[in-house]
């Protein structure tokens, strides 16, 4: 199986070149060219399999340039050696027989972008050799906070990799801030931006294209990529977990094989929502695809309406991985819904570069109004669902899930569809602690973050992360900032 730029749809490459590459050359996004199919033969072998092992066996369709046992090899190291607990790395919690949060945060770093970074240094590292490279890769990394430490934490100390991490610096939580400037590793470097996360992605987005830099590079034996959802490995593993879904909800007897229900996902870049509905074209019976924003609700209006448009007051929220305004992996959903029209999304991705905005036909509306619900919730809605879901269902969300969830009720009120409904819950409660302290009314004045733990084990019962805990006294190696425009700089500088 090939693939295919966005932007160029002849121009095909290998899986292996596909992530070895990250973005194509002329800013287009690596897609499939065609959708393998979810057989009844591969239902009846992943219904028995561990997650490691779909995960292996559903990779596998993806990814021809690998074997099905150097795939298990990587899931293992990925998913296995207890880094996402004890059990299964992604369980659902049922809140009632048609609400099925699915849990994507025990990992590392307690976010549900471990699921694909763990994996991502295995596929990246494997793929450069395979393409006959013998280069460094260098991860360039633009995150709204959980994608820099999980990246980081997947690719410390992995031989033949180095990673920059950029962030906004006032547009992360304090504790995604502590898990970045403490991580270890000789190979790895952290820097704030003076700007928001649309800058930091811009100014990421610019190094790539840079065609004489990319070249330097080359030189000193360094070859460039991405861990963000625009990679392809980055985005491969998150079809492998409503797959592994849907085989628990059989499995669990809350549907029968072949019955549809749907799926609810927190959203900012399109790319965990992406993966949803590419496991649908895949064949897996999702019925609506609830995308779910925060009031950066740029996708609720384009969903609704088939206008794009970021030109938008950016408002920092409590849910700040959401904090988006320009949604990267929505071009690929587009090149799909044209009809694989490489030029028309030239066209589109030059209007909203150029003028901020842009409008599909009315006949892309129209499937994306069949494909997708929009819709969001205020910071006040926020706060709410995550005090109600925890006096009424005894479950404590994170502030993200809690988006997530509040959208699914107003979308089964409004269309009084009542499928079953499988939650992504991305982050663990105690990585956005303080807005979840003041959601359970308990914001007696805390400035330490640490106490703040504490508070929150003494009014939830759960379990502090260690993973978290040790924070504290973690050793802060990365201080510096730097301005949008010097983010090149600071790239060659750490390089060299
Ligand atoms: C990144 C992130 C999201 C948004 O996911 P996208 O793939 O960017 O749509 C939601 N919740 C959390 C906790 C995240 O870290």
Redesign the pocket.
Known sequence: MQYNSTRNKKYKVTSAMAMKQGLSLEGGLFVPEVFPELTKEIYDKLMNQTYIQRAATVLSLFLEDFTVEELEGYCGKAYGNCKFGVGEPTPLHYTNDKTAYLELWHGPTC???DMALQMLPHLLTASVKKTGDDRTVCILVAT????GKAALDGFSDVDGTKVVVFYPKDGVSEIQKLQMITQKGDNVFVSGVDGNFDDAQTGVKTIFTDEVYREELNEKGIILSSAN?MNWGRLVPQVVYYISAYCDLVKDGKITFGESFNVCV????????LAAYYAKKMGLPIGKLICASNCNNVLTDFINSGVYNRNRAFHLTM?P??D?LISSNLERYLYDISGKNDEYINDLMKKLSENGSYEVTDAMKEIIQKDFYAGFASEEDTLLEIKKTFSENAYLM?T?TAVASYVLKKYREETGDQKICVVAS??SPYKFNESVLKALEQDKPCDDEFERLVLLKEVSGLEIPKQLWELKTAEQRFLSACEKTEMKQTVTKFLS
């Open positions: 976010a549900f972008k709204s906070g959980d994608t959802s927190p959203t900012g870049n399109f790319g965990n929502i849910s991985s959401m988006i994170d993200h991305t982050a």
